[in-house]
């Protein structure tokens, strides 16, 4: 091979080389949608129902989230799962079960966003929401809806153009008054912190 064509082909090659660097970089206008798993545990101290200690275990369950760049460094994310099913105990007895939707709305920061790497952490705060439904328990309480703060950890892992492992973790101040017949009874402390991994389909 002469040199010339040595040179050409040396050439190309880092040419595409950092053209596929490129197309794995975050970019203004991105889209991405997420998928996975997650541990939720709940905090240590869960309050109290009718004067008696409460306790909600911990859960598992399948994660979602839809994101958008405003620009190479900042963006939107709407992030939820799947129903949570948590037991209860009262008083250190058995107590039925709940189940928790959260939904979050937040503001993600790319550090390396726009730039040629295979690895995208990101850092977000924003709004919880969180449903409670299903109270499986002896009296006919009502888990009322709750409204806080929720920050977030996370990385993605490029494997190929537009897929991405991800992996992350959360923590968000949910705290749901307890009611019974209409009256408030306790006060039910989640504030759960929660790890998770999956994929992340980048459009």
């Known amino acids: 091979m002469s040199k ?48 008696l200690d409460l306790g909600v275990s911990s859960a598992r369950g399948f994660t979602y989230g839809l994101g958008y760049l405003f620009t190479d460094r900042l963006g939107i994310e709407l992030n939820g799962s799947e129903k ?6 009262l008083g250190g007895g058995d107590f039925g079960s709940v189940d928790r939707m959260p ?6 920061y790319y550090p390396l966003g726009g730039l040629d790497s295979r690895v995208q952490p990101y850092v977000g705060a924003g709004l919880n929401y969180t449903r409670f439904s299903g109270e499986d328990t002896p009296l006919p309480i009502d888990v009322r809806r709750s ?5 977030q950890l ?34 039910a402390k989640i504030d759960p ?10 459009f």
């Open 4 to 51: 010339h064509r040595f040179l050409t082909a040396a050439l190309l090659t880092t040419g595409g080389l950092i053209a596929s660097q490129a197309v794995l970089a975050y970019s203004a206008g991105d889209i991405f949608v997420r998928g996975g798993y997650a541990q939720t545990d709940t905090r240590s101290d869960n309050g109290q129902a009718a004067g």
């Open 154 to 187: 996370g990385v993605d892992l490029a494997v190929a153009q537009g897929v991405m492992l991800n992996g992350f973790v959360s923590y968000a101040d949910v705290s749901a008054d307890v009611r019974l017949d209409g009256d408030k009874i306790g006060e």
């Open 193 to 202: 912190m929660t790890f998770g991994g999956g994929v992340t389909f980048r």
């Open 84 to 89: 949570f099913e948590h037991d209860l105990s």
């Open 103 to 108: 939904i979050n709305l937040l503001v993600n």
């Open 147 to 151: 409204y806080g703060a929720i920050g």
